[in-house]
């Protein structure tokens, strides 16, 4: 019997652990036994891989061998209360520290779970009993909030549990922290083990330059809101939709509520069932919404960054990525929110709208986090500027246009290498354009009877024109606007009259004899 099924077959409940997850319990233990009292632990475990249930189960194991209390911080409310939950289900009582408890029983509570922001008031004003906190567990850690709340805890162990150990903000790193980091089992593991479904990506070229970066290191929202709010990405994301996702149960990811409401609108003009959730929805709301896209097969829900963590639905079939990031934690929390398995779902699929699986890798590729915990800043400057990913894209014509110029074979045209072949042999570099017009020139002929037929197709050519005088443009590095305007125009003047001048010549190469008259 291999690993893998006797994996699924130790666990019989949801409270029986998996041997990896007992793997890093006893990892983590060792640290308890033999690190100092105030050590600080990083522990990384990819979304879905149980991170709760580990905890829990720590929990569970510390209060029996340990006189210490134990503290659990979140960020969010609903985490709060799936915590407090799970840890029930593992026989741990605990008290939940929100702006309504009433503290006065806090004694006969050895274990609390307490959001950031409420402990923070909590402690400030006195009204909590830390004095006999051991150990103190922060989820979500690589969020800056929980920061403000070491000095509170100075003589507890803390262990800070994330799925990707690279701090929100590059100024204060994880390594400031925490003395280690120990990672736990790899996405690729839990998926050929069967705990995460397997994503299927398509990815599309995005010219993203316009977009601008913020203060926090990401791009700003206004940059995103102006580029994918526009119609063309609007029908870009639509027609993407249809082609790799039609009917299936979707989730979109947008960088700014009007996006969304841009994505609700253009998705139900086109018929499709549709809802948006962003955080100024109700907790009723917010809860309707969920239980209609749970209940609904077809669903299709677009939202702003605030399902990118404590939201777990199954039955999700496709993520698309309707924005682009430079974060690799909200990267792998978004796609990360289709990777839970399903009965009969061992694979799901993601739609890339915003050059991310060229900026970061495929999602679940083999990350050194250990590596990434000690050096944040060489990782995140190793990353691809948008101009350098765009630098490599090869432009492919629309299906519908490549349709007209289907008797030839190929239809590219490398302007870059062109270019560095014609400096290299001391020409000028403006046999490139030449030798792109007659290239250009060569596929109207091959697919027309006559000239009239020739100068109609290349009316059909603008974009592909366009996108080699810009790579020819950063080639010989000249871009101002009137420069580039002015190559346009002339090189569809050029085009036309070379087809003029030698249709009947080229015809007659490429057919072996002149067009009929």
């Known amino acids: 019997m291999s690993n893998n099924n006797l994996a699924l077959q130790d666990k019989k409940t949801d409270k029986e652990l998996y041997s990896y997850q007992k793997g890093a319990i006893d990892q983590i233990f060792e640290k308890f036994e033999t690190a100092p009292d105030d050590y600080h632990l990083l522990y990384q475990l990819p979304t879905g891989g149980g991170k709760t249930v580990i905890f829990s189960e720590m929990v569970r194991q510390y209060l029996k061998t340990h006189k210490k209390k134990v503290l659990v911080m979140t960020h969010r409310i609903e985490l709060c209360k799936q915590t407090s939950v799970m840890l029930t289900s593992f026989g741990v009582t605990n008290k939940v520290v929100d702006s309504k408890a009433n503290l006065d029983d806090q004694e006969d509570y050895s274990c609390y779970v307490a959001m950031v922001e409420t402990l ?74 069967e705990f995460l479904a397997r994503a299927e990506v398509y990815q599309y070229d995005m010219g993203l330059t316009s977009l601008e970066v913020g203060s926090n290191g990401d791009y700003t929202v206004k940059s995103s809101e102006d580029l994918y709010s526009s119609p063309a990405m609007l029908d870009k994301l639509l027609e993407a939709y249809k082609k790799h996702s039609n009917g299936k149960k979707t989730l979109i990811f947008n960088n700014g509520i009007n996006t969304s409401i841009m994505v609700y609108h253009t998705f139900r003009e086109a018929g499709f069932p549709i809802m948006h959730l962003d955080n100024t929805a109700t907790k009723k709301q917010r809860k309707q919404i969920l239980k209609w896209f749970k209940d609904t097969p077809d669903a299709i829900l677009t939202s702003v960054s605030i399902l990118t963590t404590g939201f777990d639905e199954p039955t999700i079939d496709t993520i698309i990525l309707n924005r682009a990031t430079k974060s690799l934690t909200l990267y792998y929390q978004m796609i990360g929110r289709g990777s839970r398995i399903l009965n009969n779902k061992s694979k799901f699929t993601v739609i890339d709208l ?40 090869k432009h492919e014509m629309p299906e519908e246009i490549r349709k007209e ?113």
């Open 120 to 193: 923070n008031n909590r402690l400030n004003d006195d009204k909590l009993d830390i004095s006999d906190v051991g150990l103190v567990i922060i989820d979500e850690a690589h969020y800056n909030s929980f920061t403000k709340l070491f000095k509170f805890f100075e003589n507890s162990f803390i262990l800070g549990v994330t799925a990707t150990p690279l701090s929100s903000n590059k100024d204060l790193p994880m390594k400031g922290n925490y003395n280690e980091l120990i990672a736990g089992e790899s996405i690729e593991s839990l998926i050929e083990n």
């Open 354 to 393: 915003g050059n991310n699986n060229y900026r970061f890798g495929p999602w679940g590729a083999d990350l050194d986090w250990n590596t990434i915990f000690r050096s944040p800043d060489y990782y995140m400057d190793k990353l691809m500027d948008d101009e350098a990913i765009e630098d490599q894209f």
């Open 405 to 517: 110029f289907s008797k030839s074979e190929d239809v590219y045209f490398d302007v870059k290498q062109v270019y560095k072949d014609a400096t290299f042999g001391g020409e000028s570099s403006k046999v490139v354009l030449e030798r792109s017009i007659e290239q250009h020139a060569k596929i109207c002929i091959e697919n027309s009877e006559d000239v009239y037929d020739a100068l109609a197709l290349a009316k059909l050519l603008g974009d592909d024109i366009d996108v080699r005088i810009d790579v020819y443009a950063k080639c010989i590095s000249k871009s101002t606007y009137n420069f580039l305007k002015w190559l346009r125009d002339d090189y569809r003047k050029k085009l036309n009259s070379y087809l003029r001048s030698n249709f009947d010549e080229v015809y007659e190469q490429i057919h072996g004899h002149p067009p009929e008259e």
